[in-house]
């Protein structure tokens, strides 16, 4: 009650990422690494939360109008969810074939969804700059994490694209991985990262 007496959550609609994890919430944090997740989930909007809330999945039906995987639905994987600053567009990562990530972004006026990233390369975790450029996270870097188990564990760091996504730039090349990437109210990219701290483990 107290929260939604706020003047400011004057809105009666919120939107949701359904994830359905198949083991830990660790593999959040190593999607590249451990195919953990179950298929199935993705965006929602929960409207009249604040009494009685109806959910609706948002991409029921919906093709992808742009991309590679242009003419087919999302039936695989789903993880992170950014609303854009306009709270026109959502942007998302899913699975294609192979199991592998791509960003993707959905319009919620036109119910147009674009695929925006391809290829062989994991790609999760968007967020829009102030300047409309997308950032996220990557495997295309290359490089393999020292302590991860997993053969061909790939290290991801921070990437950007236009919106429509050309002009793929690598903005990282930090040896470990990095993820859930944000803008701070001062205008800064903050994000996560694992860094060695040059201890013994058995000592740390």
Not at 171 to 191: C, M
Request: proline share 5%.
């Amino acid at each position: 009650k107290i929260a939604f007496s706020n003047p400011l959550a004057n809105f009666d609609k919120i939107v949701c990422m359904l994830e359905r994890p198949g083991r830990s919430r660790i593999v959040e944090q190593a999607r590249a690494s451990y195919r953990g997740h179950s298929v199935g989930g993705g965006p929602i909007i929960v409207s009249g939360f604040k009494s009685e809330p109806i959910v609706t999945e948002v991409l029921k039906g919906v093709k992808v109008a742009a991309g590679p995987w242009k003419g087919k639905e999302l039936v695989g994987k789903f993880s992170g969810l950014e609303l854009n600053y306009d709270g026109k567009d959502l942007l998302f990562a899913a699975t294609t074939i192979g199991d592998v990530w791509h960003v993707f972004r959905f319009n919620l006026a036109s119910k147009k969804l674009e695929q925006l990233t391809d290829g062989p390369h994991d790609d999760f975790d968007p967020h829009q700059l102030p300047s409309g450029r997308i950032v996220f996270t990557s495997t295309r870097r290359g490089g393999v994490g020292r302590c991860v188990i997993v053969p061909q564990a790939l290290t991801y760091t921070l990437h950007c694209i236009e919106p429509d996504g050309s002009d793929l730039i690598c903005l990282s090349f930090h040896e470990t991985n990095e993820w859930a990437p944000t803008i701070s109210h001062y205008g800064k990219l903050v994000y996560t990262r694992w860094d060695y701290i040059d201890r013994h483990w058995g000592v740390a």
